[in-house]
């Protein structure tokens, strides 16, 4: 099974700042990566789709990279409604595995 | 739009099996696998397996193999996921989603997902 690590496992950002948020494979799964974005309470939501296609509908400050083993969310400027738990999740082979999340907080 | 709409919460016993149900509608049924994702209480997403409506292959995770069927009525549009032989540790929330599968290639995946399905499993 390709395992997916992500990192941090959760951080604390001010409104504006930039934030990363690394994915890692175990195995190369050329672009097959996707994020979701899960708020508190809601199920998840698809962001991007196939490591860096921002899916219609999201806002443009989310955006994603990479390919092979090493995978990249990047939030360009944190809003309050973007507090949630990110997911990646390889798409390349069953079983399709997700990353053990990140969670975003405001400080 | 499309619509996943999911049957409702279920409390069974250690032991018991449950079913849970995925209404599809407002797209073409067969053109895309359904999957299913459970999460535990406080813990992160586990995809459990999936299906193509189209000819009925299903695919499962290493875990739940011999513990878990799934089904799909393109009559009605809906999937269906049983689970045999629950234990307290499949107290979860269980989704389904729409998707890639056996054979089955899409262009955006999991874009849209049922509201969720509680399972408890308590005596």
């Known amino acids: 099974d390709i395992q997916m690590t992500q990192s941090p496992s959760s951080l604390s950002a001010s409104v504006g700042d930039r934030v990363t948020i690394a994915c890692r494979a175990s195995q190369s799964i050329s672009t097959s990566l996707n994020w979701f974005q899960q708020k508190p309470g809601k199920g998840p939501t698809l962001l991007i789709y196939?490591?860096?296609i921002l899916r219609s509908g999201v806002p443009s400050r989310f955006s994603g990279t990479g390919s092979g083993t090493d995978f990249t969310l990047i939030i360009s400027t944190l809003d309050p409604e973007d507090v949630a738990t990110y997911y990646c999740?390889?798409?390349?082979?069953?079983?399709?595995?997700f990353g053990g999340g990140t969670k975003v907080e405001i400080k | 739009q499309v619509h996943l709409a999911q049957s409702g919460a279920e409390v069974k016993e250690p032991g018991a099996s449950v079913n849970v149900s995925c209404k599809a509608s407002n797209y073409n049924f067969i053109t895309f696998a359904i999957n299913w994702v459970r999460q535990a209480p406080g813990q992160g997403l586990e995809w459990m397996g999936w299906i193509s409506p189209y000819n009925g292959k299903a695919e499962y995770a290493q875990k739940f193999q011999g513990r878990v069927t799934m089904t799909t009525d393109s009559s009605t549009t809906t999937a269906y996921m049983e689970l045999k032989s629950l234990t307290s540790d499949d107290t979860a929330v269980y989704y389904c989603?729409?998707?890639?599968?056996?054979?089955?290639?899409?262009?955006?995946?999991?874009?849209?997902w049922g509201q969720g399905t509680l399972v408890t499993v308590s005596s």
């Open positions: 999740q390889q798409s390349d082979r069953p079983p399709l595995t």
């Open positions: 196939n490591a860096s």
């Open positions: 989603t729409r998707g890639p599968g056996p054979n089955v290639k899409v262009v955006i995946p999991f874009d849209d």
